[in-house]
């Protein structure tokens, strides 16, 4: 590969993944509103908490609804799967360019130029990234990861990240391409990085013995985090039939990145 190709690829994606749709809508549908400034009140301290959920399209339904949420949701995919199928299928088809461009599409979302570097945490940037790298790793390892993270694990942070962590191996044995594996490599610790902010944030509510007040808001207040909830809670509620989904989940998990290494899927 050429490094000038590379580092095109690198700011072009960049630049895309720095448009911020959750700014654009919200200051045409409620330009009298910020997402810097947003807080929650904890009722039993009647603290007012800064939500640290970055600025993207969660943050955004939080202001606008759910409805609005999932279009910024969209926008962001479109915004890096656009360049994404240009460099793959058009200009570099024989090439990973595409790659750099989906990378640092994340980076510029979660660290926008146009904005102070100060962006969202990039799920829709990223899903709509490895939908045009490699929609049936999306799928499998969503499922397999989702139910692995609330059968096996109990636990929707697990469910949330799992089938992120799982590209790496999936890459690895289904490319067995440096590009590829460094890619979803970076993708898991820019996703890591990106989380600081709610670590921290988490980390001091623990100590103040408001973290729990604090998970609850946020859950009531965003749509995919109530979902998320539901399904948390609708595992736990399996009793002994989650054992027997986790040991399922898992072995297919086995039996699929098994196949990988002689049949590409």
Not at 12 to 38: C, H, Q, T, V, W
Not at 47 to 56: N, R
Not at 215 to 240: C, H, N, P, V
């Amino acid at each position: 590969m050429n490094i000038l190709f590379i580092i095109l690829s690198s700011i072009i994606g960049y630049l895309f993944g720095s448009i911020s749709f959750s700014r654009i809508i919200l200051k045409i549908k409620a330009p009298n509103k910020s997402m810097e400034d947003l807080q929650i009140r904890l009722e039993d301290s009647q603290d007012e908490v800064i939500v640290m959920m970055g600025a993207g399209a969660n943050k955004a339904s939080i202001i606008l609804g759910t409805k609005w949420g999932i279009i910024i949701g969209i926008l962001d995919m479109i915004k890096i799967i656009i360049p994404l199928i240009i460099f793959r299928y058009f200009i570099f088809p024989e090439e990973p360019y595409f790659l750099y461009i989906a990378a640092f599409g994340l980076i510029g979302h979660i660290w926008p130029v146009y904005h102070r570097f100060k962006g969202g945490r990039g799920h829709s940037v990223m899903l709509g990234s490895l939908i045009v790298i490699d929609w049936v790793a999306v799928v499998i390892n969503l499922t397999l990861g989702n139910l692995l993270g609330f059968a096996l694990f109990g636990n929707l942070v697990f469910a949330a990240y799992l089938w992120l962590w799982m590209m790496i191996p999936w890459f690895l044995l289904a490319y067995f391409d440096i590009n590829f594996v460094l890619y979803a490599i970076l993708v898991n610790l820019v996703v890591i990085l990106a989380q600081i902010p709610e670590i921290k944030l988490f980390i001091q509510l623990r100590k103040q013995g408001k973290e729990k007040e604090y998970k609850e808001k946020i859950t009531k207040m965003t749509a995919q985090f109530r979902g998320m909830q539901k399904m948390e809670d609708y595992f736990k509620s399996l009793g002994k039939w989650r054992i027997v989904i986790s040991i399922s989940s898992l072995i297919a998990t086995i039996v699929v990145y098994a196949l990988l290494v002689f049949v590409k899927i």
